[in-house]
């Protein structure tokens, strides 16, 4: 069973960095690919980056692609967005996804599953 927790959030100054967790709070994420999707007021939900269970990752060809990194730790069942350079308009709910088995993940309408979000304000 699956239950994603995003974790991590907070609100920062222009110029931090943060780095979001994704955790299965029922188990593991062995096999799962993770997506980061991040939903801004007013906005509809994007795809920020993904990593499959090997590693191999995927971004958002948008303004984002250089500051984020998505990474996982298997052995500590865990994925991760790191960013960088935070900007006011990286202001959104950060999400994580996960797909069984995906080699490829970058649409928000492929998810098995989803988190309930983790808040990342960034004021200027």
């Known amino acids: 069973q699956v239950q994603l927790k995003e974790s991590g959030g907070g609100l920062v100054q222009a110029g931090q960095s943060l780095r979001l967790s994704c955790i299965n709070d029922k188990g593991s994420l062995e096999h799962y690919a993770i997506a980061w999707f991040r939903q801004a007021p007013g906005k509809e939900r994007e795809f920020v980056g993904s990593?499959?269970?090997?590693?191999?990752?995927?971004y958002s060809s948008g303004s984002t692609s250089d500051r984020y990194t998505v990474s996982r730790d298997n052995a500590r069942d865990t994925a991760y967005l790191q960013i960088i350079g935070l900007k006011p308009d990286d202001t959104a709910i950060y999400y994580c996804?996960?797909?069984?088995?995906?080699?490829?993940?970058?649409?928000?309408?492929?998810?098995?599953?989803w988190g309930q979000g983790t808040q990342v304000t960034v004021s200027s």
């Open positions: 996804a996960a797909k069984y088995w995906a080699l490829k993940f970058n649409r928000a309408a492929e998810a098995e599953y």
């Open positions: 990593v499959t269970y090997v590693g191999i990752t995927e």
